[in-house]
Protein backbone atom coordinates (compact mmCIF):
# COMPACT_ATOMS: atom_id res chain seq x y z
CA UNK A 1 0.00 0.00 0.00
CA UNK A 2 0.98 3.67 -0.60
CA UNK A 3 0.59 6.27 1.55
CA UNK A 4 -0.89 9.37 0.14
CA UNK A 5 -1.26 12.24 2.95
CA UNK A 6 -2.01 16.18 2.54
CA UNK A 7 -1.26 18.06 5.67
CA UNK A 8 -3.19 21.37 6.40
CA UNK A 9 -3.38 23.73 9.33
CA UNK A 10 -7.30 24.10 9.91
CA UNK A 11 -9.27 26.96 11.98
CA UNK A 12 -11.53 25.63 14.73
CA UNK A 13 -14.45 25.73 12.36
CA UNK A 14 -12.70 24.00 10.07
CA UNK A 15 -11.55 20.96 12.48
CA UNK A 16 -15.05 21.00 13.57
CA UNK A 17 -16.68 20.48 10.09
CA UNK A 18 -14.10 17.98 9.48
CA UNK A 19 -14.74 15.98 12.61
CA UNK A 20 -18.74 16.35 12.16
CA UNK A 21 -20.11 12.72 11.60
CA UNK A 22 -16.96 11.06 11.71
CA UNK A 23 -15.79 8.02 13.38
CA UNK A 24 -13.40 8.68 16.35
CA UNK A 25 -11.01 5.99 16.45
CA UNK A 26 -9.11 7.21 19.42
CA UNK A 27 -6.17 9.14 20.72
CA UNK A 28 -2.52 7.61 21.15
CA UNK A 29 0.85 9.22 22.08
CA UNK A 30 3.88 8.58 20.38
CA UNK A 31 7.73 9.30 20.26
CA UNK A 32 9.90 9.59 17.09
CA UNK A 33 13.41 9.63 16.50
CA UNK A 34 14.81 10.72 13.38
CA UNK A 35 18.09 9.30 12.64
CA UNK A 36 20.63 10.47 9.60
CA UNK A 37 24.62 10.65 9.48
CA UNK A 38 26.19 14.00 9.64
CA UNK A 39 26.12 14.62 5.88
CA UNK A 40 22.28 14.41 5.87
CA UNK A 41 22.79 11.17 3.13
CA UNK A 42 19.05 9.98 3.74
CA UNK A 43 17.14 13.09 4.26
CA UNK A 44 18.78 14.43 1.63
CA UNK A 45 17.10 11.78 -0.53
CA UNK A 46 13.50 12.65 1.14
CA UNK A 47 14.39 9.06 3.21
CA UNK A 48 13.18 9.32 6.43
CA UNK A 49 14.65 6.84 8.86
CA UNK A 50 12.54 6.86 12.06
CA UNK A 51 12.06 4.96 15.31
CA UNK A 52 8.52 5.13 16.81
CA UNK A 53 7.89 4.23 20.58
CA UNK A 54 11.01 1.52 19.89
CA UNK A 55 10.05 0.50 16.52
CA UNK A 56 12.19 1.28 13.37
CA UNK A 57 9.98 2.31 10.16
CA UNK A 58 11.37 3.88 7.01
CA UNK A 59 9.49 6.07 4.48
CA UNK A 60 10.67 6.11 1.17
CA UNK A 61 9.54 9.11 -1.48
CA UNK A 62 7.52 8.14 -4.68
CA UNK A 63 9.77 9.99 -6.60
CA UNK A 64 7.75 13.13 -6.82
CA UNK A 65 9.53 16.72 -7.93
CA UNK A 66 9.41 18.93 -5.46
CA UNK A 67 7.29 21.39 -8.39
CA UNK A 68 4.65 18.50 -8.79
CA UNK A 69 4.41 17.84 -4.85
CA UNK A 70 0.73 18.41 -4.06
CA UNK A 71 0.77 15.62 -1.16
CA UNK A 72 2.92 13.24 0.29
CA UNK A 73 3.48 10.05 -1.06
CA UNK A 74 5.53 7.50 0.83
CA UNK A 75 6.24 4.01 0.93
CA UNK A 76 6.33 2.43 4.29
CA UNK A 77 8.59 -0.18 5.17
CA UNK A 78 8.24 -1.58 8.89
CA UNK A 79 9.61 -4.80 8.64
CA UNK A 80 13.04 -4.74 10.30
CA UNK A 81 14.14 -7.52 7.78
CA UNK A 82 13.13 -5.25 4.84
CA UNK A 83 14.64 -2.31 6.25
CA UNK A 84 17.72 -4.28 6.56
CA UNK A 85 17.23 -5.16 2.94
CA UNK A 86 16.69 -1.84 1.87
CA UNK A 87 20.10 -0.65 3.51
CA UNK A 88 21.99 -3.80 1.87
CA UNK A 89 22.54 -4.67 5.49
CA UNK A 90 24.18 -8.19 6.88
CA UNK A 91 20.74 -9.15 8.11
CA UNK A 92 22.09 -11.25 10.69
CA UNK A 93 22.88 -8.20 12.73
CA UNK A 94 21.04 -5.50 14.26
CA UNK A 95 19.27 -2.47 13.24
CA UNK A 96 21.36 -0.79 16.29
CA UNK A 97 24.62 -2.11 14.34
CA UNK A 98 23.41 -0.53 11.27
CA UNK A 99 23.08 2.58 13.14
CA UNK A 100 26.49 2.55 14.81
CA UNK A 101 28.18 1.41 11.00
CA UNK A 102 26.50 3.99 9.10
CA UNK A 103 26.83 6.62 11.66
CA UNK A 104 22.61 7.10 11.95
CA UNK A 105 22.13 9.41 14.85
CA UNK A 106 19.00 10.94 16.01
CA UNK A 107 18.64 14.34 14.67
CA UNK A 108 15.20 15.32 16.11
CA UNK A 109 13.41 13.88 18.41
CA UNK A 110 9.28 14.42 18.85
CA UNK A 111 6.03 13.38 20.73
CA UNK A 112 2.78 13.62 19.07
CA UNK A 113 -0.15 13.65 20.62
CA UNK A 114 -2.79 12.32 17.70
CA UNK A 115 -6.56 12.26 17.26
CA UNK A 116 -7.53 9.82 14.68
CA UNK A 117 -10.80 9.83 12.59
CA UNK A 118 -12.36 7.94 9.72
CA UNK A 119 -14.95 9.62 7.32
CA UNK A 120 -16.12 8.10 3.78
CA UNK A 121 -12.76 6.32 3.47
CA UNK A 122 -10.01 8.65 4.42
CA UNK A 123 -8.46 8.75 7.52
CA UNK A 124 -7.86 11.85 9.51
CA UNK A 125 -5.14 12.74 11.60
CA UNK A 126 -4.65 15.76 14.21
CA UNK A 127 -1.68 15.74 15.47
CA UNK A 128 -0.14 17.90 18.62
CA UNK A 129 3.31 18.29 18.51
CA UNK A 130 5.34 18.83 22.19
CA UNK A 131 7.07 21.91 20.84
CA UNK A 132 4.21 23.78 19.62
CA UNK A 133 2.69 22.81 16.43
CA UNK A 134 -0.58 21.25 15.28
CA UNK A 135 -0.98 19.83 11.77
CA UNK A 136 -4.37 18.13 10.28
CA UNK A 137 -3.57 15.11 7.85
CA UNK A 138 -6.03 13.75 5.18
CA UNK A 139 -5.01 10.44 4.47
CA UNK A 140 -5.38 7.78 1.52
CA UNK A 141 -4.16 4.16 1.55
CA UNK A 142 -3.55 3.64 -2.24
CA UNK A 143 -2.84 0.82 -4.14
CA UNK A 144 0.41 -0.09 -5.83
CA UNK A 145 -1.28 0.32 -9.29
CA UNK A 146 -3.45 3.59 -8.19
CA UNK A 147 -3.51 6.50 -9.67
CA UNK A 148 -1.51 8.42 -7.02
CA UNK A 149 -2.46 12.00 -8.98
CA UNK A 150 -6.13 10.99 -8.86
CA UNK A 151 -6.14 9.99 -5.24
CA UNK A 152 -4.19 13.34 -4.34
CA UNK A 153 -7.38 15.40 -6.41
CA UNK A 154 -9.43 12.98 -4.08
CA UNK A 155 -8.14 14.35 -1.13
CA UNK A 156 -8.47 17.51 -1.97
CA UNK A 157 -12.10 17.36 -3.35
CA UNK A 158 -12.73 15.99 0.06
CA UNK A 159 -10.86 18.94 1.91
CA UNK A 160 -13.09 21.40 -0.17
CA UNK A 161 -16.40 19.93 0.48
CA UNK A 162 -15.33 20.89 4.10
CA UNK A 163 -14.57 24.61 3.28
CA UNK A 164 -10.65 23.24 3.62
CA UNK A 165 -8.88 25.01 1.00
CA UNK A 166 -5.22 25.52 0.42
CA UNK A 167 -2.88 25.94 -1.92
CA UNK A 168 0.23 26.32 0.22
CA UNK A 169 2.39 23.14 1.10
CA UNK A 170 2.32 22.72 4.49
CA UNK A 171 5.42 22.21 6.27
CA UNK A 172 4.81 18.53 8.17
CA UNK A 173 6.42 18.30 11.63
CA UNK A 174 9.51 16.90 10.96
CA UNK A 175 10.20 19.71 8.79
CA UNK A 176 8.35 22.08 10.51
CA UNK A 177 11.59 20.49 13.59
CA UNK A 178 13.94 21.45 10.97
CA UNK A 179 13.47 25.22 10.21
CA UNK A 180 12.96 25.73 13.71
CA UNK A 181 15.37 23.86 15.54
CA UNK A 182 18.40 23.21 12.68
CA UNK A 183 18.59 25.81 10.27
CA UNK A 184 21.67 24.22 9.03
CA UNK A 185 20.06 20.97 8.25
CA UNK A 186 16.75 22.68 6.77
CA UNK A 187 18.98 24.30 4.25
CA UNK A 188 20.99 21.34 3.15
CA UNK A 189 17.57 20.02 2.12
CA UNK A 190 16.15 23.19 0.59
CA UNK A 191 19.10 23.37 -1.25
CA UNK A 192 19.19 19.07 -2.06
CA UNK A 193 15.28 20.28 -3.54
CA UNK A 194 13.88 18.39 -0.55
CA UNK A 195 11.95 20.81 1.15
CA UNK A 196 11.28 24.43 0.44
C1 LIG B 1 8.22 12.76 5.27
C2 LIG B 1 8.84 13.90 5.95
C3 LIG B 1 9.18 13.90 7.27
C4 LIG B 1 9.02 12.80 8.24
C5 LIG B 1 7.78 12.99 9.01
O1 LIG B 1 6.74 12.83 8.13
P1 LIG B 1 5.24 13.10 8.61
O2 LIG B 1 4.35 12.75 7.48
O3 LIG B 1 5.13 14.47 9.17
O4 LIG B 1 5.16 12.07 9.78
P2 LIG B 1 3.92 11.39 10.43
O5 LIG B 1 4.21 11.29 11.87
O6 LIG B 1 2.65 12.11 10.06
O7 LIG B 1 3.94 9.99 9.78
P3 LIG B 1 2.79 8.91 9.78
O8 LIG B 1 2.41 8.64 11.20
O9 LIG B 1 1.66 9.49 8.97
O10 LIG B 1 3.48 7.75 9.09
S1 LIG B 1 9.86 15.38 7.71
C6 LIG B 1 9.72 15.97 6.16
N1 LIG B 1 9.15 15.10 5.34
C7 LIG B 1 8.97 15.39 3.98
C8 LIG B 1 8.35 16.71 3.74
C9 LIG B 1 8.63 17.38 2.56
N2 LIG B 1 9.46 16.84 1.64
N3 LIG B 1 8.09 18.60 2.30
C10 LIG B 1 7.25 19.15 3.20
C11 LIG B 1 6.66 20.50 2.94
N4 LIG B 1 6.96 18.54 4.36
C12 LIG B 1 7.49 17.33 4.62
Known sequence: MIEVEKKFILTSD?????????????EKKFTDSYYDDAEYS?????IWFRNRDGKFELKLPMNVSIE???????????????IKEYFKFDASKSIMNLLEERGYKPFCVMTTTRRKYQKEGFGIDLDIIDFGYTVAEIEYMAKEKEDLREVTNKIIEFAKEHNIITNSVVR?????????????????????????
Open 172 to 196: GKGAEYLRRYNPKHFQALIEAGVLK
Open 14 to 26: QEKALTEGAEFLG
Open 42 to 46: LTKQD
Open 68 to 82: ERVSDQYKEVEDEKE
